[in-house]
């Protein structure tokens, strides 16, 4: 699990196809904001899925 002070942008970047990285849920509008920027500039797929019992977000680099 990546600890809040982790910056965003440069973990996604360093995600291959199929790695996944989960966040604290209270960063979830920062997280999708910049999977969906990533995505529209470097022609990368992003998923996301939100586990409100745990309190986190799971990013995953699908292309």
Known sequence: MCENNQKIRPTL??????????FPIAR???VRTQA???????SRQ????TDRVAH????TRVS
């Open 46 to 49: 992003f998923t996301t899925k």
């Open 28 to 30: 979830l509008k920062s």
């Open 56 to 59: 986190t977000i799971e990013v």
């Open 13 to 22: 970047m360093g995600l291959n196809v199929g790695d996944s990285v989960i």
């Open 36 to 42: 969906s920027e990533l995505g529209a500039i470097y």
